[in-house]
């Protein structure tokens, strides 16, 4: 099979590795993906959101299988696009269309999609500038701390969590009218504060069948003990010793069945991932984000446990053929440490030298690209925010984070930064 994979982050290079490996692979393009991805495959120069360039690569090189990695192209409505025209309209794509990205791309739509369908989340209302009185209203009946999600995409920066009223309705105020997420925060849900644990649950369906894939816990804040602001992954681990067979069956029964079942029922053929973020509260799932394609960093810590072959899951999904595939799972554990640029998630600088990637001795450790370059001169080079995802695995939680950090250990750049916490939280729960 020739495939096309879009992206440039680490879940990309964890797509390309993992595709990389089965035997139907014949020819793999990512794009525009980074200095790893290169490895596995041929990096091509063309943007996710150039729709016209990406028709155009396909028809040229007779690409069999379209993947797509990250949301935004999917909300903007990638795969239709293809449908639309006679030449394209064939070839398959791993991703759901514009009506199924809707879950990610509005929250304000994944909230209704959610009450509709009885899946149990939090209580919310949503806002507009034309409606921010009735806002300010309804902020005063909530309890502390109160949960504001801008609407649109706004590249995982669009939630917050406000501890006082005060904060709450100048926050309000700045998203609406002030448009502090841009397009994004022109609509606002205001939700009612989940507390408990997270965790992320990871769906594969065609629209008729679905695989629960292996779940995984993020940590999304920049500091150690989830301090700082949020970021867009900053680690994680994969299982999650609370996520027992008792609770997956109520996240499949209450979660899970009622979402495929929804976007039946909705006329919406999704085919692709869903990302589930949960809140386990005291051992009952409430959702608290749908996303429309594989988490990052989470695929890093999930693929490594997938045994069977990816390829022909990405196949079966888009080809409406997943009642035939069978997926097998690893019970190795495996943990991720993101190392991200220096004043991430704020201002940082590119082009650092990376040093120590040729060092990897340790069985045990992946390296995943994110935002990484090749320089003219053969080095490589940091390329964004989030640099690299080093994965860690074992046949226990403790050792897959030992092992992380080992390799963590071994590479360097000018300003680079990690937690050094990350799965420290879940070992009192065993492995």
Not at 32 to 60: H, M, Y
Not at 82 to 108: N, R, W
Not at 168 to 180: D, F, I
Not at 272 to 288: A, H, K, Q
């Amino acid at each position: 099979m020739n495939i096309l994979l879009l992206g440039s982050g680490g879940r990309e290079h964890a797509f390309a590795w993992k595709i990389n490996q089965s035997t139907h692979c014949n020819k793999l393009w990512i794009a525009p993906g980074n200095a790893g991805t290169a490895d596995l495959g041929e990096n091509v120069s063309l943007a996710v959101n150039d729709f016209q360039g990406i028709r155009d690569f396909c028809l040229k090189n007779t690409v069999d299988l379209l993947v797509v990695g990250p949301e935004e192209p999917l909300v903007k409505g990638l795969r239709d696009f293809l449908a639309l025209d006679p030449k394209t309209a064939a070839i398959p794509v791993a991703g759901p269309g514009k009506a199924g990205a809707q879950l990610e791309g509005s929250k304000d739509f994944s909230k209704e999609f959610m009450e509709k369908n009885g899946i149990p989340t939090a209580s919310y209302a949503t806002f507009t500038k034309e409606t921010l009185t009735e806002g300010m209203a309804y902020l005063k009946t909530q309890q502390l701390p109160i949960v504001l999600k801008a609407d649109g995409l706004a590249a995982g920066k669009g939630v917050l969590i406000c501890a006082s009223l005060e904060e709450a309705t100048s926050s309000l105020q700045e998203m609406l009218v002030e448009q502090k997420f841009g397009e994004a925060s022109s609509k606002v849900v205001v939700e009612t504060f989940l507390k408990g644990i997270e965790l992320s649950v990871f769906v594969a369906t065609d629209g008729e069948t679905y695989k629960i894939l292996p779940e995984a816990k993020d940590y999304k804040r920049i500091g150690d003990n989830d301090t700082g602001p949020n970021t867009g992954g900053m680690g994680a681990i994969s299982p999650v010793p609370f996520a027992d067979a008792a609770f997956m069956e109520k996240v499949d029964q209450k979660i899970v069945q009622p979402t495929i079942r929804g976007l039946q029922e909705a006329g919406i053929d999704y085919r692709g991932f869903l990302f589930i973020g949960l809140m386990n509260m005291e051992g009952e799932p409430y959702v608290i984000e749908y996303n429309v394609r594989m988490g990052d960093p989470e695929t890093q810590a999930v693929l490594p446990r997938i045994q069977s072959d990816f390829l022909e899951l990405l196949d079966a999904i888009a080809n409406k053929k997943l009642a035939e595939y069978e997926l097998k799972t690893a019970s190795t554990a495996t943990a991720t440490v993101v190392m991200v640029a220096g004043g991430y998630p704020g201002a940082y600088e590119k082009g650092k030298i990376i040093s120590g990637l040729e060092k990897n001795t340790l069985k045990k450790a992946l390296t995943f690209h994110a935002g990484t370059q090749t320089t003219n001169s053969g080095a490589v080079a940091t390329n964004g925010g989030r640099v690299l995802g080093i994965t860690g695995m074992g046949d226990t939680t403790e050792e897959a984070i030992q092992n992380a950090y080992e390799r963590v250990d071994q590479i360097r750049w000018e300003k680079v930064n990690f937690r050094k916490d990350i799965g420290q939280d879940i070992l009192q729960f065993g492995n």
